[in-house]
T-cell receptor, first 117, second 115 residues
């Protein structure tokens, strides 16, 4: 079974509008971390935002916010006021415990976001 | 600004040849990861090191892939012999530790093409 599911292969948004990228996850752990990364065409993965499983408040980092719904096991990324430079692949990732205090990261298949002028 | 260094950026090799990639993590980062990313997919973890020890290599095809981090700093990933299906981006990342809230920093990757 997929640990991280991103159901939207591609998304389009108008510049300056908000967009939500979906992510659902599967784990039986109580302690885990959720991340979003951006990958431009240059290939480098850029960290955007983190949410811990025990965090009650949704994480925010500038124009990025994470809509965390623990009971639904979803961690959607919201980008407000989209910019042309936001066009990229976006990956949701989870770190869950593997025993001994270490957490193994797993990535979803990604969503391609294109921002139109 | 500190960054993860990878070389080479691009590599073309013939099937059945050996190929090696090098990664130098951010100074002070104890944890190092090698990922393989096939075009159109997310990164798949191949191996994770804590200092010089392997934490997880369950997805590493050990018949042809090997990874080492002898002094707990830089690392080498080797493929021998390379197969056509190995064509992918190989990403190295590092982090301060293994915790659930630990952010990983990625290098620019090595794009491998096997012909």
């Amino acid at each position: 079974a997929q640990k991280i599911t991103q159901t939207q292969p591609g998304m389009f948004v108008q510049e300056k509008e908000a967009v939500t990228l979906d992510c659902t996850y599967d784990t039986s752990d109580q302690s885990y971390g959720l991340f979003w990364y951006k990958q431009p065409s240059s290939g480098e993965m850029i960290f955007l935002i983190y949410q811990g499983s025990y965090d009650e408040q949704n994480a925010t980092e500038g124009r990025y916010s994470l809509n965390f719904q623990k009971a639904r096991k979803s961690a959607n990324l919201v980008i407000s006021a989209s910019q042309l430079g936001d066009s990229a692949m976006y990956f949701c990732a989870m770190r869950e415990g593997s025993g001994g205090g270490s957490y193994i990261p797993t990535f979803g298949r990604g969503t391609s976001l294109i921002v139109h002028p | 600004e500190a960054e993860v260094a990878q070389s080479p950026r691009y590599k073309i090799t013939e099937k059945s040849q050996a190929v090696a990639f090098w990664c130098d993590p951010i100074s002070g980062h104890a944890t190092l990861y090698w990922y393989r990313q096939i075009l159109g997919q997310g990164p798949e973890l191949l191996v994770q090191f804590q200092d010089e020890s392997v934490v997880d290599d369950s997805q590493l095809p050990k018949d042809r892939f090997s990874a080492e981090r002898l002094k707990g700093v830089d690392s080498t990933l080797k493929i021998q012999p390379a197969e056509l299906g190995d064509s992918a981006m190989y990403l190295c990342a590092s982090s301060l530790g293994l915790g659930r809230n630990t952010e990983a920093f990625f290098g620019q990757g090595t794009r491998l093409t096997v012909v």
